[in-house]
């Protein structure tokens, strides 16, 4: 069974639906219970990070969250759900993530060259994907996916992104040219039916 965490945010109805389209068990919770029994957990996310993280909290589930993800076992965390793995955010000042992943969440920031770039980024980027990364199975490099985000994150260890999206630009602080790093835990997932 796949558990989605149900702490007050995300995008809850959508990510459910995707995985009903291709025939998983899949149950939407804030019971730390479930999520300890699950074969796969979901974090989605939509809004600004010290709200999610407050949610996470408030519902019992940071802990929970924490155990599965260290148990190994397949995890994928969607948008601002990804964006919690991390041990802070710059958005809103300086807010605590789970800090399950050495790294920070920081907005982009353009040099005068590209001040026309707007932020949020919003549109469809390439992907460039590691080729062990079970998640693309079936996607090819350089397929494009859609983005809106302001923030995304830079993880210490270069090696836990398995894709990265170029915007063509280089970020002002960051020494490399991506647009949101994808982190997968454990296994990872495949939105498939075969």
């Given amino acids: ?80 759900g990804l964006q919690m793995l991390f041990e802070s955010s710059e958005e809103m000042g300086s807010e605590p993530g789970l800090g399950i992943l050495s790294g920070r969440v920081v907005r982009f920031r353009f040099d005068e060259a590209n001040r026309n770039l707007k932020v949020p980024h919003i549109g469809w980027n390439t992907l460039s994907y590691r080729s062990d990364a079970p998640l693309f199975k079936g996607i090819e490099q350089g397929d494009r996916a859609y983005f809106v985000h302001s923030y995304y994150p830079a993880p210490d260890d270069p090696a836990v992104s398995v894709a990265t999206s170029d915007l063509d630009v280089r970020p002002v602080e960051e020494t490399v040219n991506v647009a949101e790093p994808l982190v997968v835990s454990g296994s990872g997932f495949r939105l498939s039916s075969s």
């Fill in 1 to 80: 069974m796949i558990a989605i965490i149900d702490y007050g945010a995300g995008n809850l109805g959508s990510v459910y639906k995707a995985f009903k389209y291709i025939g998983a068990e899949v149950e939407v919770t804030a019971d730390p219970g479930v999520v300890m029994r699950a074969d796969s957990l979901v974090l989605p996310g939509v809004g600004a990070f010290s709200h999610c993280m407050r949610g996470l909290d408030s519902v019992g589930m940071t802990e929970a969250t924490r155990r599965f993800i260290e148990s190994g076992r397949p995890f994928l965390g969607i948008c601002v």
